[in-house]
């Protein structure tokens, strides 16, 4: 079961890029980094996936080493509406291992100021 | 909207009662999970349901039942209810299945339940 660890809170500022980090020293070799949004009282939202280097999408872009022992989530130019709880899952659910993906942890709050 | 609906949104009821929550998932989606979300434990992984056969148990209680029917939808048992079990209880869905990539978790929005 790869364990994660990420910071429990990050402030950050309108318009700003957000790194958040994720460590994961035990990935396995078939394991994906999913990353995951939460907002007060809603169900957490898929935000980004990858499985190695670099996944970019509308909203985000996922950075992976060579090493896959940790990931980073990218949030360009965030806004206040950005403000929620930012979860890190590593896992593979297509055979065998699907356990690792399922657990969420605590998550990383991330506050957005004006 | 993730096309995942839970009903009731709201359920106020009292200790050593039994409830039922329900998920109907997303349209072609074959897995179903629970998730129970409290102030003090986080998101925690409850159980996971795959066409109808349980898949993966994470930290369900033995108070806690579930099951996945023919039609896909899934409900979430608890029974002797206790103060302790006041939460945010989400089902997800997701494809899963022999894909060769990892489907996402979709979420519903969740039933609050609270016991009195």
């Known amino acids: 079961l790869a364990k994660t660890t990420q910071p429990i809170s990050m402030d950050s500022y309108e318009g700003q890029e957000v790194n958040i980090t994720c460590s994961h020293n035990?990935?396995?070799?078939?394991?994906?980094i999913t990353w995951y949004q939460q907002f007060p009282s809603q169900g957490p939202r898929f935000i980004i996936q990858?499985?190695?280097t670099k996944v970019t999408n509308e909203v985000a872009s996922l950075f992976i080493p060579a090493d896959r022992k940790s990931s980073t989530l990218s949030l360009p130019r965030v806004s206040l509406s950005d403000t929620a709880v930012y979860y890190c899952?590593?896992?593979?659910?297509?055979?065998?291992?699907?356990?690792?993906?399922?657990?969420f942890g605590r998550g990383t709050q991330l506050t957005v100021w004006p | 909207d993730s096309g995942v609906t839970q009903t009731p949104k709201h359920l106020i009821t009292a200790t050593g009662q039994r409830v039922t929550l329900r998920c109907s998932p997303r349209?072609?989606?074959?897995?179903v999970y629970w998730y129970q979300q409290s102030l003090d434990q986080g998101l925690q992984f409850l159980i996971q349901?795959?066409?109808?056969?349980?898949?993966a148990k994470g930290n369900i209680l033995e108070r806690f039942s579930a099951q996945q029917f023919p039609d896909l939808h899934s409900e979430l048992n608890l029974s002797s209810l206790e103060l302790g079990d006041s939460a945010l209880y989400f089902c997800?869905?997701?494809?899963?299945?022999?894909?060769?990539?990892?489907?996402?978790?979709?979420f519903g929005n969740g039933t609050r339940l609270t016991v009195t």
């Open positions: 997800a869905s997701s494809v899963d299945g022999t894909h060769k990539y990892n489907s996402p978790l979709h």
């Open positions: 035990n990935i396995a070799t078939n394991d994906y």
């Open positions: 990858g499985c190695k």
């Open positions: 899952l590593v896992g593979d659910q297509r055979r065998g291992s699907t356990l690792g993906r399922l657990y």
């Open positions: 349209s072609g989606d074959l897995s």
């Open positions: 349901y795959y066409n109808g056969e349980e898949r």
